[in-house]
C-alpha cells in the first residue's frame, strides 16, 4: 500500500513505473553471483568464502540492541533491561539482562519478552558497562535500526567509547525534494528484503538481522539503494510493535524511543556533551 501521492512523486522522479523498481530490487535480492555469490533469504556469513569470513571477522563492525522496561507512563520513562552485541558475523558476542534503577510500572513484556523474574538477580547497568566497553574497540563502528535510541541508552560517546554509527532507519529511509521522508522499520526490511519476520523483539534477533541487511547492501551503488527504498515503499506496509500497540498497561507506546527534549535533559543532568550539536 502506497502512501498517496508517492506512487506519482516516484514516477516523476524516476520515469519508469514502480513495477520497474520491484522488478530491479528483486535481482538485487536474488543476488546475482557476479556481483554477491550469496542469496538475501538464508544469507550466513559463515558460508561466505574464506577471505571474506576474514576481512569481516578483522572488521569494527558489532550491533548493538537494547530493550527497555517502563520506570513511567510516558514513552520516555524507561530504563535498560536486556542487551545483546553481535559481531560481523553475525555471532552474538555478549548478552545480558540488566537490573533497572528505578522502580518499574511494566516490563512491557508483550514488546520485550521480559519478565519480573529475568531481571530478579541481574547486574546492574554500571557493572554491564564495564564488560561491554572492554568488548567494543575504541574504533567500533555500531551498526542497527535507530542506533541511537541504543548508544543513549547505553551512555555511549562517539570518539570515546566507539568511533562512528551507521543507522538502517536512515540507510533504508526514502526521501525526495517533493515528498516528506518516510522510514520503515526493522520488521518491515527484514519481511521485504529478506523473507523474514522480525516480530520477535529479542535483542540477539534484532542485533542479528541488523548486520545481516547492513551487510547484504553495504556494497550497493547510490541508484541501487534508491531502487530499494522505492521497493520497500511499495510493500505492504509490515507495522512496527509501536504502530500496533498504542499503550501497554497503560504505558504510552507510540514512540520508539526518547525525544529530543529527553535527550538534552538527560546530557544536560549528566554534564555530558550533547551529541545533537556537538
Known amino acids: 500500500n502506497l502512501t498517496p501521492g508517492v506512487e506519482g512523486v516516484a514516477n516523476q522522479m524516476y520515469g519508469p513505473p514502480l513495477s520497474y523498481y520491484a522488478n530491479k530490487t528483486a535481482e538485487l535480492i536474488q543476488m546475482d553471483p557476479n556481483r554477491y555469490s550469496y542469496n538475501a533469504h538464508d544469507f550466513d556469513p559463515h558460508m561466505l568464502p574464506k577471505e571474506q569470513q576474514e576481512e569481516l571477522r578483522n572488521s569494527k563492525l558489532y550491533s548493538i540492541d537494547v530493550e527497555c522496561v517502563a520506570t513511567g507512563y510516558r514513552h520516555c520513562d524507561r530504563d535498560v533491561a536486556r542487551i545483546a552485541i553481535v559481531n560481523a558475523m553475525c555471532e552474538v ?75 538502517l532507519l536512515k540507510v533504508f529511509r526514502f526521501s525526495s525534494s517533493m515528498h516528506s521522508s518516510i522510514s520503515f522499520s526493522l520488521r518491515h526490511e527484514a519481511v521485504s528484503l529478506m523473507g523474514v519476520d522480525t516480530n520477535w523483539h529479542n535483542p540477539e534477533t534484532d ?54 527534549d529527553c535527550r538534552e535533559r538527560f546530557y544536560r543532568d549528566n554534564g555530558l556533551p550533547n551529541p545533537l550539536y556537538d
Not at 537490573?99 to 511494566?106: A, D, I, N, Q
Open 93 to 167: 558476542v555478549y548478552r545480558t539482562f540488566v537490573k533497572p534503577e528505578l522502580e518499574v510500572v511494566s516490563y512491557l513484556t508483550p514488546l520485550t519478552g521480559i519478565t519480573e523474574e529475568d531481571i530478579k538477580n541481574a547486574p546492574s547497568l554500571k557493572a554491564v558497562m564495564k564488560e561491554i566497553r572492554a568488548i567494543l574497540p575504541k574504533d567500533a563502528i555500531l551498526v542497527g535500526q535507530g542506533i541511537g535510541h541504543d548508544i543513549f541508552w547505553l551512555h555511549l560517546q562517539a570518539g570515546v567509547d566507539y568511533a562512528s554509527e551507521i543507522d
Open 207 to 260: 542485533a542479528i538481522y541488523s548486520m545481516k541487511l547492513y551487510l547484504l547492501f553495504r556494497k550497493s551503488s547510490k541508484t541501487d539503494l534508491q531502487m530499494i527504498r522505492i521497493f520497500l515503499l511499495q510493500q505492504p506496509r509490515v507495522p512496527s510493535f509501536h504502530q500496533q500497540m498504542a499503550k501497554i498497561e497503560g504505558v504510552d507506546m507510540k514512540k520508539s524511543g526518547p525525544c529530543k
